[in-house]
């Protein structure tokens, strides 16, 4: 696919995907939170319950509640294509999550999101991620 926009943007893009996935995998909501602009929007229509989660607080309660049901999480994340215009883009990312859950029951998730990024203050941040989950399967 394609990446569109400054070279620049287009880095900036990258390390704010793969900042997320670090962040899932330490798990640490304060770096994971600063991600996300405040206005964001987290849809999930996939998992009962997360369908629309509507602001960064809503977003960063949900997910430090959803991450307990899993103990270990190996987040990897790769910006497939982006296409910046101005100070918002939009993207493509693929997802590879090897989680254990309560039971120690080890799975492998492949996701995809459809993102939406917008810059403020000269920082890019997740204005939207929209989750589609390609293949959950025994690690």
């Given at each position: 696919?394609?990446?569109?926009?400054?070279?620049?943007d287009?880095v900036?893009?990258?390390?704010?995907?793969?900042?997320?996935?670090?962040?899932?995998?330490?798990?640490?909501?304060?770096?994971?939170?600063s991600?996300?602009?405040?206005?964001?929007?987290?849809?999930?229509?996939?998992?009962?319950g997360?369908?629309?989660?509507?602001?960064?607080?809503?977003?960063?309660?949900?997910?430090v509640?959803?991450?307990?049901?899993?103990?270990?999480?190996l987040?990897?994340?790769l910006l497939?294509?982006?296409?910046?215009?101005?100070?918002?883009?939009?993207?493509?990312?693929?997802?590879?999550?090897l989680v254990?859950d309560?039971?120690?029951?080890?799975?492998h998730?492949?996701?995809?999101?459809?993102?939406?990024f917008v810059?403020?203050?000269?920082?890019?941040l997740?204005?939207s991620?929209t989750?589609?989950?390609?293949?959950?399967g025994?690690?």
């Amino acid at each position: 696919m394609a990446f569109i926009g400054p070279l620049e943007d287009r880095v900036a893009l990258h390390e704010l995907v793969a900042s997320y996935g670090d962040a899932v995998t330490r798990r640490d909501a304060g770096d994971w939170a600063s991600l996300w602009a405040d206005d964001s929007v987290w849809y999930m229509p996939e998992i009962p319950g997360m369908e629309k989660i509507q602001g960064k607080d809503a977003i960063v309660s949900t997910w430090v509640e959803a991450i307990k049901q899993f103990p270990f999480q190996l987040n990897r994340q790769l910006l497939a294509n982006v296409t910046v215009d101005g100070d918002t883009a939009k993207g493509d990312t693929y997802t590879s999550e090897l989680v254990k859950d309560q039971d120690d029951k080890p799975a492998h998730w492949h996701n995809l999101y459809q993102d939406e990024f917008v810059k403020r203050e000269g920082r890019w941040l997740f204005k939207s991620r929209t989750l589609k989950i390609l293949h959950i399967g025994a690690a």
